[in-house]
C-alpha cells in the first residue's frame, strides 16, 4: 500500500516572490515570514510558526493556500484529540453492515475482508497524504499546542515523512509532501522531536507601518487619522500588563467597530463602546479604562 514519496517543488521564485503574490491576496508578511515560507516549500519540511494569538500565524496559511490555488486542510487541535479524528478511522457501522449481509448470505467474513480501503474513513492527515491534484494541499495542523503531549508522537512519522502507517493495511506514503504549517500559541511546550522535524518561525505583532497597511487595505472605510490613532492606541496597551494582549485580529475587529459607528478620531465615548473588541478580560478592560484618559 506504499506510494512513492517525493519533495514539494517550489512554487515561488524566491521570498521576495512569495511576498508579492501573499500581498496581491491583502496578506502582509515581513522578509522573515516570507523566507520561512518559501524555505519550507523548497526543502518539503513542515514549517512550525508560533508568536503571540493574533499575529496571523493560521491566515498565513490560508494565504498561502490560495497563492498556490490549492486546498487547505486544517486540523484544529485541542485536549483530547485522537488518532481517529486526526489520521484515520474505520467505518464501524459500514463493517457491521457488511457483516450482517454476509450473515444473512450464510458466508463468513475474516478480519481481511473488514480492513480494507472500502471501510476506511480519511481524517485530515491521511486526506492530505493521499490528495491528488496539480498541487499538494496545505495541510494546516492548528494550535498544536492545544493537543495532548501523546498526540504529537502521532505526527512524527507524517512529519518525517510524509506518511503513515496503518497497521492492518501498511504504510501510505505522499507523492508528493503536503505543505504542512503548524501554529502554536505556546501555551506549553512542545516536544524537541517535533520541533527537530520542522522548520521554525517566530511571528512578532507587525511594526506600526506595517499595521497601518494591514488596517487600511482590511478596513478600507476608516479614514487615515483614525487608523494612525488606533494604530497608537494599540501600540501603547500593549506594553502594559495585559492578560490577553491585543493582536492584529484584535486591531481589525477594533477599527472596523469605530469604523461602523462613524468614528473618523479616537474619542474616549467611542472607545469606551467599542472596548470589547479589544479587551477580552474583565481585568483587561479595567486596566486599559482606568489609563484611557492618558491615551487619547
Not at 498561502?64 to 488518532?83: D, F, H, K, M, V
Not at 504549517?181 to 518561525?201: E, G, I, K, P, Q
Not at 511594526?207 to 501603547?236: C, H, K, M, Q, Y
Amino acid at each position: 500500500m506504499a506510494e512513492s514519496g517525493g519533495l514539494t517543488s517550489p512554487a515561488f521564485t524566491g521570498a521576495d516572490d512569495i511576498r508579492h503574490r501573499l500581498d496581491e491576496l491583502d496578506y502582509l508578511v515581513d522578509d522573515g515570514t516570507a523566507a520561512a515560507l518559501f524555505f519550507a516549500l523548497s526543502l518539503g519540511r513542515p514549517l512550525l510558526l508560533e508568536g503571540e494569538p493574533g499575529v496571523g500565524k493560521t491566515t498565513a496559511a490560508k494565504a498561502l493556500a490560495r497563492a498556490l490555488s490549492t486546498p487547505l486542510i486544517r486540523l484544529q487541535c485541542y485536549e483530547g484529540l485522537t488518532a481517529g479524528e486526526a489520521l484515520y478511522e474505520w467505518n464501524y457501522q459500514r463493517q457491521m453492515l457488511a457483516i450482517r449481509l454476509a450473515e444473512a448470505r450464510h458466508d463468513r467474513l475474516n478480519d481481511a475482508d473488514l480492513f480494507t480501503e472500502d471501510f476506511l474513513q480519511e481524517r485530515p492527515i491521511l486526506r492530505a497524504i493521499r490528495h491528488r491534484g496539480p498541487q499538494p494541499p496545505v495541510l494546516l495542523i492548528d494550535e498544536i499546542d492545544r493537543a495532548d503531549d501523546e498526540f504529537e508522537a502521532l505526527l512524527f512519522e507524517f512529519l518525517g515523512e510524509a506518511s503513515i502507517t496503518i497497521p492492518e493495511l501498511g504504510t501510505f506514503t505522499a507523492e508528493r509532501r503536503p505543505i504542512a504549517v503548524l501554529t502554536s500559541n505556546r501555551s506549553r511546550d512542545l516536544h524537541d522531536a517535533l520541533r527537530r522535524r520542522c522548520l521554525y518561525h517566530w511571528i512578532d505583532f507587525p511594526a506600526p507601518e506595517r499595521v497601518v497597511e494591514i488596517l487600511r487595505r482590511t478596513v478600507p472605510s476608516a479614514n487615515e487619522a483614525l487608523i494612525r490613532s488606533a494604530t497608537d492606541f494599540v501600540g501603547r496597551i500593549r506594553r502594559f500588563d495585559l492578560d490577553k494582549a491585543p493582536g492584529m485580529a484584535e486591531t481589525i475587529d477594533w477599527v472596523s467597530a469605530l469604523s461602523s459607528l462613524g468614528a473618523t478620531e479616537l474619542v474616549r465615548e467611542d472607545v469606551l463602546r467599542t472596548l470589547s473588541t479589544v479587551a477580552k478580560t474583565l481585568d483587561d478592560r479595567d486596566v486599559i479604562t482606568a489609563a484611557l484618559d492618558q491615551l487619547t
